[in-house]
């Protein structure tokens, strides 16, 4: 079984001459597979290989396409049965290929024959050798599914390590579990342990094949780090050279090569989690499933939603935000638009006020009544005319009420005064389909990204020919652009030349130049529709028919995109569309709230900053928001030739504190390793400090041991502390020890009696320490009890078996035991009463024990 980070692929039980591929359709192959892997940059690329000696490389599709039965590329090595395949961790387009004669390393852009001949000589033989034991785990597998009820769960939280998938037999057929999990448990609430995740490599090759076959040797980034070199690596064209590969300018987060990380955000760890039900729209009927890919799908506003219905006569159903539920099987008053929808948009000042462009080159203005939709709507308040041509979009202008601009199949771009229901300005210079308009933060300058392949920006009020253009995407798929940073630089979603979907970051004051970063993000039919949030940086990705939103802070200087956590749909949605920032519920630190459709729902979104103190108002996060649901000035006046801003609020509520004036809180004490203790101290405040410390642990055992909090001193640690006991002869003293003391004495006392006296010795060593008289003889090397003999071998031998140089500390204390030889009787019960209060709590066996010398 082998695993991408979204495909799963293993042999079914036709003796193995079919792979199963997880969520995906069969590869039928025809031969026996013998072993398969998947690519590190691509995800639906799998190698495999099988007893008709070859290999094969398959494309695997995405669940709406059909599989093809044909490989990319097919090796033959040529030696005989095939038993291993494995993709080159740095380079593409390097496969290691195993036979059961040689090894073998292709390079897909020369398939005749593998790089400098054949290796059987040098890699026919492979040894293994063992580096050293792991003396503890720090993972540990929770096979059961997560319970509250456990009683240590209610103190530590569980930290999601690594996931692994397990394939097993049940019956008649295949069972592919859930993933198991490994976790580490922490006690520290709800942040990012960073300490357990270090940065991981990215999805981009560091180099190329023939760079790694002249000696080159680089590393692969981790996806939050880019380097400018990038823009300049070469690399190969084979079906191995994944799109994450290809020579584009910059590329970032998954750079190419390099062991450095580059920053992160305070949204890295952002997550989006579905409202309740109760705030669903459900039963949704006759959804138009097929709009144009210029159309977002629906259109929100902080009232209410607009959907297009797979009805005749372009009918549109609107629903009331205030009113979730299911809905009627019966139908419901629509918008008659008479035409096929092509797309429309909610006046961002009037959420009663819609605009819808048809198939007949016309955009309607209809009027919602307050309360929402009670009769079907047939006539439009405002019917605008101009365009030759079917429509592709249209876009409220963000700052002057009643201004609309659209694009058209005439190849135009036209200004719309909504007050007089007639077009103002014509924009001409596109040489082919437009694909996405936006207005600039100042709504100055219009931006436009054609198929044409080219990005322009417009100032609408001064000429209607660009005052810039620019190559943009390669690919003709479709496009989308907005405006990020303040207005410095454009980001468009569209394609590159091999369909592969990828954002595009441009300087707003040199289009020119070309993008000066770019990101590959996967390979998908379906154009990404962006949603920009200005007081976070924060772009939100989609397209309709996804499962995955991606998120993306971006930045105005290198590494420009800094990749964020996805969220993940449980089915294919058709639309995300976002709501106003005042939606957002800030004591749960949910920076943007979106709508997502389904098939027959419409569900909340919420996407939230995980932090720990949500007591206090997150200003870090909420920075002043425009007011962009009141208009900055009216539509004459910005025709005029008039500028002006949105005014700012704070979403802070009264109630609430801001974080950066919290308390500050009083550092937690922490234990402490013992160097700190032991440093630069003389032997006899070494001793005092070692004391207290033992005697503080003996004389309150009602207070749980630092490892049972997963923090504090380890095992390690515990052994020096207790290891310099045994060595300098700590005298323990204090009530309970000696209360046990008495206690575990005199039971000892009453056994020794009814044993009789000549078995107490033997009975009581054998009892406490595990070894006998004659074995710690033997032990000692000793053949009489000197007091002398006994102490130098027993010196001796501890002093060997020191860790530090080497020996075991399991030894030393087998040891240490011997102590007892030279000890009074009447300390046996120290012995026995200590190992049980300790030996439990600590690494050490039941046969780990500690002599104390002294006077009880």
Not at 229 to 253: F, G, H, I
Not at 733 to 749: K, N
Request: proline share 6%.
């Amino acid at each position: 079984i082998k695993a991408s980070s979204k495909l799963v692929a293993f042999n079914t039980e036709q003796a193995g001459k079919t792979i199963k591929v997880w969520q995906n359709s069969n590869i039928p192959l025809y031969y026996l597979v013998t072993d398969m892997d998947f690519s590190p940059f691509d995800d639906s690329l799998l190698a495999t290989c099988s007893v008709d000696e070859t290999v094969k490389l398959w494309r695997l599709c995405d669940l709406a396409q059909e599989q093809s039965s044909s490989p990319e590329l097919t090796l033959r090595p040529g030696q005989g049965r095939l038993e291993l395949v494995l993709f080159h961790p740095t380079s593409s387009g390097l496969l290691a290929v195993g036979t059961t004669k040689s090894a073998q390393i292709w390079d897909t852009n020369c398939q005749e024959a593998p790089l400098a001949g054949n290796y059987n000589q040098q890699l026919s033989t492979v040894k293994f050798f063992y580096l050293k034991q792991i003396s503890k785990s720090l993972f540990v597998h929770h096979a059961l599914p997560w319970s509250p009820s456990l009683p240590w769960m209610s103190l530590a939280r569980c930290v999601d390590a690594q996931q692994y998938l397990q394939l097993a037999n049940k019956g008649d057929g295949l069972i592919l579990s859930s993933p198991c999990s490994f976790f580490v448990f922490q006690n520290s609430g709800h942040e990012f342990h960073d300490d357990l995740y270090p940065d991981t490599v990215g999805t981009t090759p560091a180099m190329s094949a023939e760079e790694w076959w002249k000696g080159g040797n680089k590393q692969v980034r981790d996806p939050y780090f880019q380097k400018d070199q990038a823009r300049d690596c070469s690399t190969s064209s084979s079906p191995l050279s994944t799109p994450s590969s290809s020579a584009a300018p910059s590329r970032s987060p998954s750079s190419t090569s390099g062991l450095s990380s580059g920053p992160t955000s305070k949204f890295r760890h952002i997550q989006g989690t579905v409202m309740h039900r109760d705030t669903h729209i459900t039963n949704i009927r006759g959804l138009n499933l097929t709009t144009p890919g210029e159309c977002d799908g629906f259109c929100v506003n902080r009232q209410r939603v607009a959907v297009p219905l797979a009805i005749s006569g372009g009918q549109i159903a609107v629903f009331e935000r205030s009113q979730p539920g299911k809905l009627p099987d019966t139908a419901l008053p629509t918008i008659q638009n008479s035409v096929n929808v092509a797309d429309f948009a909610w006046d961002p000042f009037d959420t009663h006020r819609l605009a819808v462009a048809g198939d007949d080159a016309k955009i309607r203005v209809w009027q919602v009544p307050e309360g929402g939709l009670k009769e079907t709507l047939t006539e439009p308040k405002i019917i605008m005319q101009g365009h030759t041509e079917k429509i592709y979009s249209i876009t409220f202008h963000p700052l002057a009420s009643g201004l609309l601009v659209s694009s058209s199949y005439d190849l135009t771009v036209r200004l719309w005064n909504l007050e007089t229901g007639k077009q103002v300005k014509v924009l001409d210079g596109h040489q082919d389909q437009v694909f996405g308009m936006a207005w600039s933060p100042d709504g100055k300058l219009l931006a436009t990204v054609c198929k044409d392949g080219k990005v322009r920006i417009y100032d609408p009020r001064k000429s209607t020919s660009p005052v810039q253009e620019g190559p943009g995407p390669e690919g003709h798929r479709g496009a989308r652009v907005v405006w990020v940073c303040d207005g410095k630089y454009l980001l468009v979603s569209g394609f590159d030349s091999r369909s592969e979907r990828g954002l595009y970051l441009y300087s707003a004051s040199s289009l020119s130049s070309g993008a000066v970063s770019s990101v590959p993000v996967n390979v998908s039919p379906s154009t990404l529709i962006p949603y920009y949030d200005p007081d976070t940086s924060v772009v939100i990705l989609t397209g309709k028919g996804d499962t995955r939103v991606y998120i993306y802070e971006i930045v105005p200087e290198d590494p420009y995109f800094i990749e964020c956590s996805s969220f993940n749909s449980p089915e294919p949605h058709k639309g995300l569309a976002f709501l106003p920032k005042t939606e957002c519920n800030v004591r749960d630190v949910e920076v943007a709230v979106g709508l997502m459709l389904t098939k027959t729902t419409i569900e909340p979104v919420a996407f939230k900053v995980p932090r720990v103190k949500k007591e206090f108002f997150q200003d870090d996060v909420y920075s002043d928001t425009a007011v962009w649901w009141e208009p900055a000035l009216t539509g004459s006046a910005w025709l005029s030739g008039s500028n002006d801003q949105h005014k700012k609020i704070s979403l802070k509520p009264k109630d609430m504190t801001p974080v950066s004036e919290a308390p500050k809180e009083a550092p937690v004490r922490k234990y402490l390793p013992s160097s700190v203790y032991l440093e630069e101290k003389t032997d006899e405040q070494k001793k005092d400090e070692l004391l207290n410390a033992m005697v503080a642990k003996l004389g309150n055992m009602d207070d749980p041991l630092p490892q049972e909090s997963y923090e504090g001193v380890d095992e390690d640690e515990w052994a020096k502390y207790l290891a310099q006991i045994v060595v300098m002869g700590v005298q323990v003293v204090g009530r309970a020890f000696a209360r046990a003391l008495r206690q575990e004495y005199a039971a000892s006392q009453a056994a020794a009696q009814a044993r009789g006296r000549s078995g107490q010795e033997s009975a009581a060593a054998s009892s406490i320490t595990g070894i006998s008289l004659q074995e710690a003889q033997q032990i000692l090397n000793i053949s009489k009890l000197s007091p002398e003999e006994i102490q130098k071998n027993y010196e001796h031998l501890f002093k060997v078996n020191d860790k530090s140089v080497g020996g075991s500390f399991y030894l030393q204390s087998k040891v240490s035991a011997l102590n007892v030889l030279k000890t009074e009787k009447s300390l046996w019960g120290r012995f026995h009463w200590l190992t049980g209060q300790i030996g439990p709590k600590s690494m050490f066996e039941s046969s780990v024990f500690f002599s104390l010398s002294g006077p009880a």
